[in-house]
């Protein structure tokens, strides 16, 4: 959506700090012994009490009020009450939700405890090339040259990124124009990046996998070529300087 009036900002604002303030609360409530499916209920809740529906259940249906991956996991993992959180596992929660609305949407990936098999350069990272891509986003960018960015500092890194999942305009629905901004430079997207516009940056930087991969619950995504993969999302207003950051209250970069 492209922001016109001082209503639809303050509209964008509501729903972002709904799904932030999620997203942060759930990172701090998510231990070691308490099923995916527990920490999702959790969030459910705290959408509920701000009056914020849960977006992947409104648009898909989905089997979960947030999407939590663990490990081997990139994306769109279903919360189960199987899954038991355990000391050093790589953990990304994806909150997105409807609010009087406006949707907005954000994510992040941690090390649950202490940082015993290492995932922590990879999620620092994630935050870093997510923080230095959207400093460079303005009305009059190429969206592309995002992308050339996020894979070029993922590479400086040791990483590769995700090709098949990008971030996206949000807005008045979960998905809306522009509908790929990739993680590497897509040289047919000629598409610019639109001033007061509202799109969802994401982050997916890889130790090994290029795609994402869809497994039998048709649901969860793993990588190609296997390894691990943190996410780190912000939903943003773009203008002619420095974009505002919506979702700033998730303390992704705290």
Known sequence: MSITTEDERIGMQQASDAVAITLRKMREYAKPGISTKELDDYGGELLAQMGARSAPKLSYDFPGYTCIGVNEVVAHGVPSADKILKEGDLVNID????LNGYWADNG????????IHGHGKLVEASKEILKKAISNIKGGVRISEIGRLIETEA????????KNLT??????????EPHEIANYCDRYNTTRFRKNSVVAIETFISTRSTIAETQADEWTLTGNKGGF????????????????????????WD
């Open 95 to 98: 909150v997105s939700a409807e």
């Open 108 to 115: 992040g990936s941690f090390v649950l405890g202490e940082d």
């Open 155 to 162: 590479r400086k890194a040791g990483y590769t990124v995700i």
């Open 167 to 176: 971030g996206h305009g949000v807005g008045r629905s979960l998905h809306e």
């Open 229 to 252: 993969v943190a996410q780190h999302e912000h939903t943003i207003m773009v203008t002619g300087g420095e974009p505002v950051i919506f979702t700033a209250q998730n303390g992704i």
